[in-house]
């Protein structure tokens, strides 16, 4: 009876002792994602966007930038298309893949150039002026898990090593492949009681498409001259213009002072979690030659697009940046994500931000 009673107590101990260890970790955890910020500055932006199962973080991204802008110029709140967007940004790639003979990305993915060139070239429309994302297909919010193989595999047939030319009229294969999955783009629509073309509708914004400029920082190119960022995404070989990341932090600050929002294309491949927060780890103090570094070996990517539009410290005092992801309302912060500085200085790639946020001297270089 007493062994029986002791295995009991030793397994009653084993038990609690493990459950012990596993509120221990929850705890960390959620003290973790449960952070206390205390904002000191926050820019008006529009709703948390869900990309869903789509590698559009781009579209959403910039598109939501271009919604803050224009909120804050005009204190009028859209909600733009991210699918017009899509729809001609794929077909654009599509061209010029085949442009390429192949050499060239067929991807999912982009940037905000690609964005400010679709609306420069073709114009845009609000988001109930085409089908809701997901539904041609059946889902309730963008999935391209069997879209963009389809079209992955199409546009690469056309320039397959046996094909001496493209076949006529290819584009017309392309586009059907896009409209059967994203819709097809209006040439007209109705917006609160108007008509509008998607050139006619951009107009009305207020949004001055020759004011934005892209800002990066590397040093295989010198600084204070344009280059091309070598990123697969970065397909239309839009340039950026390279300054010291102390200096493009700084702009950033100011920006964000000033009452700007700034897309922000970067890393999050390492510490940024779906609690909320984006960290690195203790002591790692980031530097112009261990971005570098981390960018020629490939640890440090360029993969994803999102919204900055604030400035937070935690506990500590210790800087954040509050970014707008459009992961859905997901995490602590229901689809807000707190950058610390340290994160967002190793790993931002580029910012996209309006030319009036910028210093008179920078403004003046970049023109």
């Known amino acids: 009876m007493i062994k029986k009673f002791s295995v009991f107590l030793t397994m009653m101990l084993l038990a609690s002792a493990a459950s012990a260890q596993e509120n221990l970790i929850a705890g960390a955890l959620k003290s973790k994602a449960q952070k206390q910020f205390t904002i000191l500055k926050e820019n008006p932006i529009t709703s948390v966007k869900d990309q869903h199962r789509s590698g559009t973080c781009w579209a959403y991204a910039t598109l939501g930038y271009f919604e803050s802008e224009i909120l804050r110029q005009t204190g009028k ?13 794929y077909m654009d790639c599509a061209t010029h893949y085949v442009r390429m003979h ?17 609306i420069r070239q073709h114009g845009i429309c609000p988001e109930d002026a085409m089908p809701a994302p997901g539904s041609l297909t059946g889902d309730s919010l963008a999935n ?5 193989p389809e079209l992955e595999k199409m546009v690469r047939s056309i320039v397959r090593k046996d094909v001496k030319e493209p076949l006529p009229h290819w584009q017309d294969s392309v586009q059907t492949i896009i409209e059967k999955y994203v819709g097809r783009c209006p040439e ?9 073309t998607p050139k006619s509708f951009t107009e009305n914004l207020g949004l001055n498409l020759d004011n934005y400029v892209s800002l990066t920082s590397f040093t295989h190119h010198p600084f204070n001259q ?15 213009y390279n300054i010291p990341i102390e200096q493009l932090m700084e702009v950033l600050d100011q920006a964000l002072d000033a009452g700007f929002t700034v897309a922000w294309g970067g890393d999050v491949s390492g510490d940024f979690t779906y609690t909320g927060l984006a960290q690195l780890p203790e002591g790692v103090q980031p530097t112009q030659q261990m971005r570098q570094e981390q960018w020629d070996d490939w640890r440090f990517t360029y993969d994803h697009v999102m919204v900055i539009y604030g400035k937070a410290v935690d506990e500590q005092g ?11 309302k997901v995490g602590e912060y229901k689809g807000t994500w707190y950058m610390s500085r340290d994160y967002m ?7 996209f931000l309006n030319r009036d946020a910028l210093p008179k001297k920078l403004r003046k270089a970049v023109e």
Do not use: H
């Open 188 to 196: 007209s629509f109705v917006y609160e009681g108007k008509n509008y």
């Open 77 to 89: 709140t859209y909600d733009l298309c991210e699918m017009f967007v899509v729809n001609k940004d």
């Open 102 to 118: 192949g050499y060239s990305q067929i991807s999912e993915g982009g940037s905000c150039d690609d964005v400010l060139d679709v």
């Open 345 to 351: 200085t190793l790993n931002t790639t580029y910012i």
């Open 226 to 240: 344009w280059f091309v960022i070598e990123a697969p995404y970065k397909w239309r070989l839009k340039p950026s």
């Open 318 to 328: 210790k800087p954040y940046y509050m970014v707008k992801n459009s992961w859905g």
């Open 144 to 148: 391209f898990n069997v879209f963009f």
